[in-house]
């Protein structure tokens, strides 16, 4: 299984970015996007279950972002919209390829990318 992550960049607050994440190999049950801040523990921003399509957001980001998927592609797409200089961190998309467990723990995901950065700041 391999993921790959791209979209980070240098935003200015307010301003919006969209994240990629391609992947390819075994089917999985979940894609997630974490954020880890310097000096954090990776935190859960969104996920998406792959078959249905339903989507769950911690309460910081919901309204803002939103994660959509192209199952042909196999590819889950984070649009970032107003962003705020607390929503700087490397971002890091996982799958879970496994039904059990919560969608919201990192430990959760066997897979990950490779992490792209977002920097909110003026």
């Known amino acids: 299984v391999q993921l790959q992550a791209s979209g980070g960049g240098l935003v200015l607050p307010g301003g919006s970015l969209r994240l990629s994440c391609a992947a390819s190999g075994r089917a999985f049950t979940h894609m997630a996007w974490f954020r880890q801040a310097p000096g954090n523990e990776r935190d859960f921003i969104t996920a998406i279950r792959w078959t249905t399509g339903s989507t769950y957001y911690t309460d910081s980001v919901r309204g803002r972002f939103t994660i959509s998927r192209d199952n042909a592609k196999k590819t889950a797409y984070l649009q970032m919209n107003s962003l705020k200089p607390e929503d700087t961190g490397v971002y890091y998309c996982?799958?879970?390829?496994?039904?059990?467990?919560?969608?919201?723990?990192?430990?959760?995901?066997?897979?990950w990318g490779q992490g792209t950065l977002v920097t909110v700041s003026s």
């Open positions: 996982a799958i879970k390829t496994y039904s059990s467990g919560d969608y919201y723990l990192p430990s959760n995901y066997n897979y």
